[in-house]
Nanobody
Framework: QEQLVESGGGLVQPGDSLRLSCADS????????MGWFRQAPGKEREFVGC????????SYADSVKGRFTISRDHAKTTMYLQMDSLKPEDTAIYYC???????????????????WGQGTQVTVSS
């Protein structure tokens, strides 16, 4: 049973923007870093970006740097992924994750994540 709930995926054209949300269902405990990952057909799940416990530090994959922005609302225990200038190669199922591990920056390794959402499909096509 997933502990996080993603929303906001859909079909857009190249160059468009989309914002994904990830809400904590309340079944998590002591979450610190939260992150976004994606999985395209036939490929392994890959790191997209992460944000640390207080939102002061973020990190992004080179493929999305400058186009995607992660933010976090502690009051609502929700994380967002703002995706701008979308490209066809951004097409994938996007998953949000959370980890109890603490770091001053944020954690990029998929194996360190404790909680996951069910994923939301993002398709970029003309």
């Amino acid at each position: 049973q997933e502990q996080l709930v993603e929303s906001g995926g859909g079909l857009v054209q190249p160059g468009d923007s989309l914002r994904l949300s990830c809400a904590d269902s309340g079944r998590t405990l002591n979450v610190n870093t939260m992150g976004w990952f994606r999985q395209a057909p036939g490929k392994e799940r890959e790191f997209v970006g992460c944000i640390n416990w207080n939102g002061a530090s973020t990190s992004y994959a080179d493929s999305v740097k400058g186009r995607f922005t992660i933010s976090r609302d502690h009051a609502k225990t929700t994380m967002y992924l703002q995706m701008d200038s979308l490209k066809p190669e951004d097409t994938a199922i996007y998953y949000c994750g959370a980890t109890r591990l603490y770091d001053l920056t944020c954690i990029r390794a998929i194996g360190d994540y404790d909680y996951w959402g069910q994923g939301t499909q993002v398709t970029v096509s003309s």
